[in-house]
Structure formats: structure tokens, C-alpha cells
């Protein structure tokens, strides 16, 4: 028997979207006047971001068959990502997100239409065999019928052997209730997967704020061996079951210029290290530099510098 060659570093499947951000800045959306738009959606980002940085990254998607459908395809043909897994749709329109422009967690609106028409076909097992990495989102996971094939996809990719990685970016608007979200993410968490957190996500998931370690022994219970918790401004946090947890401050930056997007930048500089086999501190370390480096850009990471130059 042949063996499958994993030549698909990450595999990103759920939203891709069109963000508007905002221009104003620290005002909620009600006051913001202006807004530019830019394409978006957490796991387009690690697909974008992961690409820039040399990892053969592939995107499966829906969007509208409609101007904003056009453009996203238009935007990742220009960043050499292929649309080959991208799908249109007549039934619904692409998703969009309004977005304030905060140096905290930003205000949001989501208009929802075609990024949760994700269907098992666009999985197909011979893209898992070639698969390392196999990452999705809290907000794919949040409607269907992407919450069914996400699921199963995930368990068929654990099976054949994929890593599979989850950012756990939980929103109560996204969801029916509290409850399904919970019973997901416990599905999910069977899995294994890399499990990316941060301490507002916690404090909206379980609606009460959590000491760190608990947070931790939550998921570790549910079978998960990493869990890294985001702290904003104060940094990182790393639990791996059965060793110390690893805490590292976040880098400086002078300025903040918009924060949309750095949770994305910085897990896409986890999993590059990651897939490097880099030591776990390191994988941190270089998660944090690029996170940095979106917090002083709007909208995605520059093209007019080279990344990984800075991140080592």
C-alpha cells in the first residue's frame, strides 16, 4: 500500500467573510460613521496568514454567488491561495460582519447567509489523507449544517491522523444557546485538538470568570492535551497536560492600531511553529511576535514586508 504524502500543512474549514471595519476609534458601532471593508473570518485569516508564511494552506468555504462572493474569490487568487474548495451558492447571500475598531475586543454585528452551507462533499477523504492540520472555528461550528460536517470531518481526520486544531472564539449571538455550544465543543474536544482560548471567550462561554487553572483542567478533562489561553495586553498562558504551565507577557507595542484579527495572527504563528516542530515555548514566542505585528495594521497582515524575516 502506498503511503499518502501530507504535502497540506493546514486545511482551514468555515467562515470566510467580508469585514467592514470601522474607521472610528473606541466607539461602539452605533457611533461609528465609516467603515472599509476587508476580507475576513478567523479561518480564512489562518489560511491567508499561514500561506504568507510558507505553509501550503488550503481554504474550504461557502459564499453567495454575488459581488461579495466575487470578491473574496478576487482576494485570494491575489494572495495565491486557491478558490478550488471555495463554493458559490444561489441560496444565500456571502456573509458579512460589521466590526468597531477597538484596542479591546471589538464591538460586532454579524449579517449571516452562505458561510455556514459548508456539506461533507467538499471533505472528501483524499484531502484528509494529504492533511496535517485540521482547523476550524467555535463560529463554523455555531449553525448548520457546517456543524454537522464539520464534526464529522473532524472525526474522520483524527482517525486518519490529522492534528486537529480549534479556535474557540465563542460569541453567545452566534448561538441558540449556551447549552448546544457546550455540548459541541465537548464533541469537538474528543478530538484532541490544539485548543486556542482567550480569557474573553471563557468569561462569554461560561458566563462567570474562571481562575486559569480551572479553565485549563476543564479541557484537559474533556481529553484535550494543549490548551493556550490568549490574555490580551498581559499575554499567554500554555497548559499541556502533566507538565508546568508556561506564561510568557505579551510584546510592547507603541501603537495599537486595530485588534480584529490578532487572536488569527497569532495562532497562525503557533501552527507554523508547530508544524516545524519547534519546542512549545518557542511555538509561543513566535505566535506572540506576529501577533504584534497585526496589532499595528488594519485588516490582514501587510504584503510589503517579509514575515517570517521578522519572526525569527
Not at 466590526?99 to 459548508?118: H, V
Not at 479541557?219 to 493556550?228: K, L, M, P
Not at 506564561?247 to 503557533?270: H, M, N, R, Y
Request: with cysteine; net charge positive.
Amino acid at each position: 500500500m502506498t503511503q499518502n504524502i501530507k504535502n497540506i500543512d493546514i486545511l482551514c474549514v468555515g467562515e470566510v467573510l467580508v469585514d467592514f471595519i470601522g474607521h472610528q476609534t473606541n466607539v461602539l458601532i452605533n457611533n461609528t460613521k465609516d467603515y472599509h471593508r476587508y476580507l475576513g473570518g478567523s479561518p480564512a485569516n489562518v489560511a491567508m496568514n499561514t500561506s504568507r508564511l510558507g505553509l501550503q494552506s488550503i481554504m474550504i468555504a461557502t459564499v453567495g454567488n454575488d459581488g461579495f462572493g466575487d470578491y473574496i474569490f478576487k482576494k485570494f487568487e491575489e494572495i495565491n491561495i486557491s478558490t478550488k474548495h471555495l463554493k458559490k451558492t444561489n441560496l444565500k447571500n456571502t456573509s458579512v460582519i460589521f466590526i468597531s475598531k477597538s484596542k479591546g475586543t471589538p464591538d460586532f454585528i454579524p449579517y449571516r447567509g452562505a458561510d455556514s452551507e459548508i456539506l461533507e462533499h467538499q471533505i472528501p477523504k483524499e484531502l484528509l489523507l494529504k492533511t496535517k492540520i485540521f482547523h476550524t472555528t467555535c463560529f463554523a461550528l455555531s449553525k448548520q449544517p457546517a456543524q454537522t460536517t464539520i464534526l464529522k470531518k473532524a472525526n474522520e481526520a483524527f482517525n486518519l491522523g490529522c492534528q486537529l486544531s480549534i479556535d474557540l472564539n465563542y460569541a453567545k449571538k452566534l448561538w441558540n444557546s449556551q447549552q448546544e455550544a457546550l455540548t459541541v465543543i465537548k464533541e469537538y474536544c474528543k478530538f484532541n485538538p490544539l485548543i486556542k482560548i482567550s480569557e474573553d471567550d471563557m468569561y462569554r462561554l461560561f458566563e462567570k470568570k474562571l481562575p486559569h487553572k480551572e479553565i485549563f483542567d476543564f479541557f484537559h478533562n474533556q481529553g484535550v492535551e494543549i490548551v493556550c489561553l490568549t490574555l490580551g495586553s498581559h499575554g499567554v498562558k500554555l497548559s499541556k497536560k502533566g507538565d508546568d504551565i508556561i506564561t510568557l507577557p505579551a510584546i510592547k507595542v507603541e501603537k495599537v492600531i486595530d485588534t480584529t484579527g490578532a487572536g488569527d495572527a497569532f495562532w497562525s504563528g503557533f501552527l507554523y511553529a508547530y508544524i516545524n516542530k519547534k519546542p512549545i515555548k518557542q511555538c509561543l514566542e513566535i505566535a506572540l511576535k506576529l501577533a504584534a505585528l497585526k496589532l499595528q495594521n488594519i485588516g490582514r497582515l501587510p504584503s510589503n514586508i517579509n514575515i517570517i524575516s521578522e519572526l525569527l
